[in-house]
């Protein structure tokens, strides 16, 4: 067994996803929100089921200034020191490299598993047994990627093809794959070879810390300067005055997908990136005509639709097929399903107008 | 001319439609709305056409209890003795009977406009001349009914066959004909002879009561005790003991269509009944692909919808066409335009489930 005292959750709650307006917005976007079976929002999701492995003292909350009353909000576990919110967004290498410092800092040995908080997963025992071996293959120095065992043709995500075993349920990453088409996706499927990227990684601080310094050297000597500031206790001014400087660079391009040698561990439950409102209807529970409801809703010939709205507000359908629903208060989105993507056109409109609280 | 200090205006404004669910409500029905172009509620834009050629003083509204206060509010301008507050509805002819026994009282010779409150009309003037041509007609004693000339094949408002010209721009009406199906209905529109029928009729105070002990016996002799309590003081407590004893019959098919000569003004001017959301639409100014939004919506590949919300609510549709879609703040409705109908049908489900309010 791994001596899980060694194991950190650094969970990445920074986003502002604008696929789910008009319910998530700028200032509470979807790792906030409780979509699909579970009442709890996302974020309190990811750390109640990462809390069964590795407890708040040892959990790490990466999220944004203008979210972090948020995040204390959702998890008042969390002591304030455990929540980095970072000035600006620079997508995940930075952030994960900065909690990389605070981490090793704490423990040199430390062992970390990185997380988005907006995922959807289906079974905590699975995704718990995942973790804890994923945490065991990075204790020996691998750079370890979760994937999830497809169940579908899915286009929407990006596939790990698999390699040789390298210890039980341990395998070689042979390859990242960008999203597929339809018919390189059902291959992929097809084969059995492939995962889908989950987003979702182990490693010991400070081997990430050591691929950073490599890959990204200028990310490295940044997160340099912020270690020693932290030690001189001066780190906030010197991240708020530099951080906007971090190249914006995700983990899987910047670094994973650079080292030569990355591990897999296979996880088989339920998941889901929650890309759009479509995965909220596919993950809800439906009544006998596939329709998501609100409480007391009404349908009338109508299939397949998913509604969302505020508590208390009765939401009727006649007749309608394969459509989103969404009333956020202030705002209504009426949208078929299968253009539930193209919410983000009207994030963009509004803000091109100045409507950015929309 | 006629002798226009002898006419008075009957509103009547006691419906409670239900086809404007969920913003029609029980207690705040269609005549308090503003539906298609007017930004004034069709019971306010009732009163101020007709007051165009009759004064608030000879204007009477015939409302229900529950609804009274609401019209004393649109209509300031009304004393309180010119609203009549019916205990329970009984459909248009005890309505038009009783605002008859008050009319009459007033003045034995006074001829009365009866309008419904919920109609949309386009054009005050040609409304007001085809009012004042029925108003003539009717001082002469004629029952007289306004016809509106058809714009296209309609099947779901009845018909008059007119007759020969009486007067100028007065003709006999030969029959009243119920909604027809498409076929006929687009022979009563070529032939030329058939007009729509409007609900609005003119005649006197004295010659509907004479039509109502006639064809009506058991109404007449209640409206006689109505009359005989009002001129002692004491009206409004037989009226709340008996109005529900009265029996419910409209006035069309209880008078109009018993009497065997009805004389029949054309109108020309938009008129609609205002049955569906379907007619919000079609009367309200549409963009360039045929949506009526509300300010600041948005329309992505959207064309032919409805979308009304409350004021500064945001609504998005996406690539959706020929919806009604209405937020009433505490209940939102989507239905395709062509089922627009069918909201009767969850009203009739809320009703049966207890939600009276909704």
Not at 30 to 40: E, I, T, V
Not at 249 to 276: Q, R
Request: glycine share 8%; with cysteine.
């Amino acid at each position: 067994m791994t001596d899980t005292d060694k194991a950190y959750a650094i969970i990445m709650a920074g986003g502002s996803g604008t696929r789910f307006w008009p319910l998530s917005r700028r200032d509470r976007p979807k790792q906030f929100l409780s979509l699909g079976p579970d009442a709890r929002s996302l974020l309190r999701a990811t750390a109640e089921r990462v809390w069964d492995l590795i407890p708040p003292e040892r959990t790490f909350v990466v999220t944004s200034e203008l979210l972090r009353e948020q995040v204390e909000k959702e998890l008042p576990e969390l002591e304030a020191d455990r929540i980095l919110a970072e000035p600006v967004g620079r997508n995940t290498a930075p952030c994960i490299g900065w909690a990389a410092t605070h981490v090793k800092r704490l423990d040199p040995d430390a062992v970390m598993t990185v997380l988005p908080a907006d995922h959807y997963i289906g079974d905590t025992e699975a995704y718990v047994d995942t973790l804890r071996r994923g945490l065991q293959a990075a204790t020996h120095g691998d750079y370890v990627t979760i994937g999830i065992r497809p169940t579908r043709a899915e286009t929407g995500y990006g596939y790990i093809e698999v390699g040789s075993e390298l210890d039980p349920g341990v395998f070689r990453a042979r390859r990242f794959v960008e999203k597929p088409n339809r018919q390189r996706a059902e291959q992929f499927v097809a084969s059995g070879c492939f995962l889908w990227n989950s987003g979702m990684f182990v490693f010991l601080a400070s081997r990430i810390l050591e691929a950073i310094d490599k890959h990204l050297p200028g990310l490295g000597e940044q997160l340099q300067r912020y270690d020693e500031a932290a030690r001189a206790g001066d780190e906030a001014s010197v991240v708020a005055e530099t951080y906007a400087e971090l190249p914006a660079v995700s983990i899987d391009h910047g670094i994973m997908e650079k080292i030569g040698s990355v591990s897999v561990v296979p996880g088989s439950f339920d998941w889901s990136d929650l890309g759009s409102w479509t995965s909220a209807w596919e993950l809800s529970s439906r009544d006998e005509r596939d329709n998501v409801l609100p409480e007391g809703g009404i349908g009338v010939d109508a299939s397949g639709n998913y509604a969302w709205a505020p508590e208390g507000k009765l939401v009727a359908l006649i007749g309608v097929e394969d459509l989103v629903v969404v009333d956020s208060g202030d705002a209504l989105l009426v949208v078929p399903r299968e253009r539930a993507q193209d919410v983000r056109e009207i994030v963009a409109a509004l803000r091109e107008r100045g409507d950015q609280q929309k």
